[in-house]
């Protein structure tokens, strides 16, 4: 089945960067769209970024400018380069294939700014 494997988070301090990865399996990952959400406390989960099969990039108003997404398909791995970060962006991180069957999704990974 597929199977996706978020890690690269952590703690930063306001203005730093992370790099979080995504590893998928059990699927043609160069076929689908990859996308990244992040969920906060007391809040409901929201939309990253979204990277084509033919890596066209979207992003929310919040985070563009500021973060990449980028997918590399010999390594069947999607990233999100987090530059300039804030307090707000502090969330569990997600990644997901929104057209597979049944929407995996990975178990997420924590990112907190704080300083």
């Known amino acids: 089945q597929v199977q996706l494997v978020e890690s690269g988070g952590g703690l930063v301090q306001p203005g730093g960067s992370l790099r979080l990865s995504c590893a998928a399996s059990g699927i043609i990952f160069r076929s689908y769209v990859m996308a990244w959400y992040r969920q906060a406390p007391g809040k409901q989960r929201e939309l990253v970024a979204f990277i084509t099969s033919g890596g066209i990039a979207n992003y929310a108003d919040s985070v563009k400018g500021r973060f990449t997404i980028s997918r590399d398909n010999a390594k069947n791995t999607v990233y999100l380069q987090m530059n300039s970060l804030k307090p707000e962006d502090t969330a569990v991180y997600y990644c997901?294939?929104?057209?597979?069957?049944?929407?995996?999704w990975g178990q997420g990974t924590q990112v907190t700014v704080s300083s």
């Open positions: 997901t294939i929104p057209g597979a069957p049944a929407q995996p």
